[in-house]
């Protein structure tokens, strides 16, 4: 059974202390590794897809990478605006486009 | 601009009552995804649907019923049958069936019990 365990399940940061989430998964067969934010009362926002092991993507403060077991968003100098959920998902090569989500990390930067 | 758009936000319902939650989107999407959400868990699957006329059972459908009339509108259903339909409820879409396009969401709607 496909499986994705995120941690920790909280983070609370200073202003530009850089950290790195977390996010193992099982699964037969990787089709694409998804990195969401969701803001409280919203939806999830899209981030980042990751394919194959060693594919790293960029975005601003965030940088999602991707080994055979495990994928990690680093936030680097994060601002109070980086404050959010982060959602991974990872859809199997036989799933037919349904994602399998982990519970997510709750991040808080403080001032 | 293009989107999804859950009404209502928010949603009350009573004993024995069936409620009815909309989702539209103007992306021109061929698919569209149910999701329930709840505190300290991961998003789970309810209904999802490929084409217009068709749509499959997720992970977690009973109580629940959905409809594809159209392409752009995807509503779900939460009958009296659902004892547990407290969650927050996600809609999302992507342009083709199955692949590994993002999947589009909306700002979700919350159902309570009165």
């Known amino acids: 059974e496909d499986q994705v365990t995120q941690s920790p399940e909280a983070l609370r940061l200073q202003e530009g202390e850089s950290s790195s989430l977390n996010c193992s998964y099982t699964v037969s067969g990787l089709r694409g590794l998804f990195w969401y934010r969701q803001d409280p009362g919203k939806g999830p926002e899209f981030l980042f897809t990751?394919?194959?092991a060693g594919e790293e993507k960029e975005k601003e403060r965030l940088k999602a990478t991707l080994t055979k077991k495990e994928s990690f968003l680093h936030i680097t100098a994060p601002k109070p605006e980086d404050s959010a959920t982060y959602l991974c998902?990872?859809?199997?090569?036989?799933?037919?486009?349904?994602?399998?989500f982990g519970a997510g990390t709750q991040v808080v930067v403080t001032p | 601009d293009g989107g999804i758009t859950q009404s209502p936000k928010y949603l009350f319902r009573k004993e024995g009552q069936n409620v009815t939650l909309s989702c539209e989107q103007n992306?021109?999407?061929?698919?569209m995804y149910w999701y329930r959400q709840d505190p300290g868990q991961g998003l789970r699957l309810i209904y999802y649907?490929?084409?217009?006329?068709?749509?499959q059972k997720g992970d977690i459908a009973e109580g629940y019923s959905v409809s594809r009339e159209k392409k752009e509108s995807f509503p779900l259903t939460v009958t009296s049958a659902q004892k547990n339909p407290t969650a927050f409820y996600l809609c999302a879409s992507t342009p083709g069936p199955g692949g590994d396009q993002p999947q589009h969401f909306g700002d979700g709607t919350r159902l309570s019990i009165l």
């Open positions: 998902a990872v859809q199997a090569a036989d799933s037919w486009g349904k994602l399998q």
């Open positions: 649907s490929q084409i217009v006329n068709d749509f």
């Open positions: 992306l021109n999407h061929d698919a």
């Open positions: 990751l394919y194959s």
